[in-house]
């Protein structure tokens, strides 16, 4: 069996598959956000617990994965008067098929391209309760000195923020990762995401996270995120959990 590797931490996928008949779980413990940039005169916060994404390999190179979010809560408050408002809820549901071009089982390179939809499982304020998808196209090097990069551009249709019309966004990331102690690997990543959409604004994170890989199959991870521009969320910091089988 390959070795173990997960979509997590940071905002990357990895090119590889779950091994055929094998299962994997992998997802937050928790996640929290804090956001009083992207809205004028408005503070958001968001609690996230426990979102599995499950995954069955089904071939050498294809696996399928449905990810699910048990518990969300998210409270805006608006800072000039002090009102508050929230939800709390199931959140959307995920599918996706990752398919392995090359490099699954070794090599200095990697790639796969990973087709998915989103479902609306939220109640509105939540989700947008309108069905998205997208594709995802994750390229993993290995580098001198240790180190992996993984090099990700992606293809989303969404709706528009103000109308019942779509658009295409373009996020793109450089990821880079290193074994520091045994077991440990550290990472750190650039996230952009820009829109075909003008009322879209353009978002720009710094990441970083650290994995511990306890027993073979089984990996503990932490990681913050931190926004670099007013659109972008400031503070992300989370929790996780993978295991396979």
Request: cysteine-free.
């Amino acid at each position: 069996m390959r070795s173990f590797s997960t979509d997590r931490p940071t905002k990357s996928s990895v090119p590889y598959t779950v091994p055929a008949g094998h299962f994997q779980y992998e997802g937050n413990l928790f996640g929290y956000s804090y956001n009083d940039t992207s809205v004028a005169d408005t503070t958001t916060r968001s609690w996230l617990v426990a979102n599995p994404t499950f995954k069955l390999g089904l071939l050498d190179n294809v696996d399928f994965e449905v990810s699910i979010s048990a518990f969300n809560s998210v409270q805006a408050t608006v800072r000039s008067s002090g009102a508050t408002a929230g939800r709390i809820g199931f959140g959307d549901t995920f599918t996706r098929a990752k398919v392995n071009l090359f490099g699954n089982d070794g090599g200095v390179a990697a790639l796969a391209v990973i087709p998915y939809a989103k479902w609306p499982t939220a109640p509105l304020g939540i989700g947008n309760q309108v069905v998205e998808g997208g594709v995802i196209a994750p390229l993993a090097l290995s580098l001198p000195y240790g180190l992996t990069a993984i090099v990700m551009g992606e293809l989303d249709y969404l709706k528009n923020p103000n109308d019942n019309g779509y658009h295409v966004n373009i996020p793109a990331l450089l990821n880079l990762s290193r074994t520091v102690l045994p077991n440990v690997t550290v990472y750190a990543e650039f996230y952009a995401d820009w829109s075909t959409n003008p009322q879209v604004a353009t978002v720009y994170t710094a990441d970083f996270a650290l994995a511990w890989t306890l027993r073979p199959n089984l990996q503990f991870d932490i990681g913050i995120n931190v926004g670099l521009v007013s659109a972008a969320t400031p503070l992300q910091i989370y929790a996780g959990i993978s295991q396979r089988f």
